[in-house]
T-cell receptor, first 111, second 117 residues
Framework: DAKTTQPPSMDCAEGRAANLPCNHSTISGNEYVYWYRQIHSQGPQYIIH???NNETNEMASLIITEDRKSSTLILPHATLRDTAVYYC????????????FGTGTSLTVIP | GEEVAQTPKHLVRGEGQKAKLYCAPI?????VFWYQQVLKNEFKFLISFQNENVFDETGMPKERFSAKCLPNSPCSLEIQATKLEDSAVYFCASSQSRDRGLEETQYFGPGTRLLVL
């Protein structure tokens, strides 16, 4: 059973904010939300993660709802190089625990 | 090294032949993971290691697939008697031990593209 659901595709104008939603309604208290992206068929690239608080780093912001059943990844100023498949992942805390990948959102940044 | 290294980049095997894939984790990382990406967007977890010990093998097919991580050697994933459905990209990832108080982020290698004909 999928732990996350994401829209299959989205478009975003270059320079605008890209907001990528993710539903994880069955998330448990010890599961983190991670976001990765995959450009072409390269290895997944880490973007950001969080447990229950909103997080921000140099790449993106992560907004997690209070009930933790959904989250949004925000790329504040999308560029053409942000065109990729974005994966929302849940994972039980603990270094050796596996990632449960969703099917991802294919984001296309349009000039 | 500073990146996860995977070899070979591409591997072509005839059905029934053996395939062996290698992964060198980032230096100092004690956890290694193998994932299989069959269709374009679908990842399947196969197995994880803590140093040379199997940590979680719940995703490994019971037959034909095996993996190991030995000291001072790259980790390996071996498929005996490959089948057409084994055609996929196999990604390796590594992460640091939580005990060091560092992030548990998994860092992925570039993958090995296996084609079984």
């Amino acid at each position: 059973d999928a732990k996350t659901t994401q829209p299959p595709s989205m478009d975003c104008a270059e320079g605008r904010a890209a907001n990528l939603p993710c539903n994880h309604s069955t998330i448990s208290g010890n599961e983190y939300v991670y976001w990765y992206r995959q450009i072409h068929s390269q290895g997944p690239q880490y973007i950001i993660h969080g447990l229950k608080n909103n997080e921000t780093n140099e790449m993106a912001s992560l907004i997690i709802t209070e009930d933790r059943k959904s989250s949004t990844l925000i790329l504040p100023h999308a560029t053409l190089r942000d065109t990729a498949v974005y994966y929302c992942i849940v994972r039980v805390g603990g270094t050796g625990n596996q990632f449960y990948f969703g099917t991802g959102t294919s984001l296309t940044v349009i000039p | 090294g500073e990146e996860v290294a995977q070899t070979p980049k591409h591997l072509v095997r005839g059905e029934g032949q053996k395939a062996k894939l290698y992964c060198a984790p980032i230096k100092g990382h004690s956890y290694v993971f193998w994932y299989q990406q069959v269709l374009k967007n679908e990842f399947k977890f196969l197995i994880s290691f803590q140093n040379e010990n199997v940590f979680d093998e719940t995703g490994m097919p019971k037959e034909r697939f095996s993996a190991k991580c030995l000291p001072n050697s790259p980790c390996s994933l071996e498929i005996q008697a490959t089948k057409l459905e084994d055609s996929a990209v196999y990604f390796c990832a590594s992460s640091q031990s939580r005990d060091r108080g560092l992030e548990e982020t998994q860092y992925f290698g570039p993958g090995t593209r296996l084609l079984v004909l």
